[in-house]
Nanobody
Framework: QVQLVESGGGLVQAGGSLRLSCAAS????????MGWFRQAPGKEREFVAA????????DFADSVKGRFTISRDNTKNTVYLQMGSLIPDDTAVYYC????????????????WGQGTQVTVSS
């Protein structure tokens, strides 16, 4: 059973930065692609970023490209989302997810989800 626990959310001013972490309790973490999604109030959960199992490939939503980076440490079973130049539209609950696919963008391609961490960006 894969369990994912996000941390690092909080309140930040526009223009600021935050780093989210997602710790996975699974022996074969390095065999999963990992992704970050977010869901703002009243909106669908949307793709933010993904990283392949080896970290050699990454993918980003256009809305965060150039502002966010994704990384992973397979020795710590952890994936990170470094968020910079934050804007109020980045306010959402952020979820990490695990997938057996290569570098998925669709929610349906992810089999395991965390509980989410709130990020609030004030103007």
């Amino acid at each position: 059973q894969v369990q994912l626990v996000e941390s690092g959310g909080g309140l930040v001013q526009a223009g600021g930065s935050l780093r989210l972490s997602c710790a996975a309790s699974v022996f074969t973490f390095s065999s999963y692609a990992m992704g970050w999604f977010r869901q703002a109030p009243g909106k669908e959960r949307e793709f933010v970023a993904a990283i392949s199992w080896s970290a050699s490939n990454t993918d980003f939503a256009d809305s965060v490209k150039g502002r966010f980076t994704i990384s992973r440490d397979n020795t710590k079973n952890t994936v990170y989302l470094q968020m910079g130049s934050l804007i109020p539209d980045d306010t959402a609950v952020y979820y990490c997810a695990a997938s057996s696919q290569f570098l998925p963008r669709r929610r349906s391609e992810y089999s395991h989800w965390g509980q989410g961490t709130q990020v609030t960006v004030s103007s």
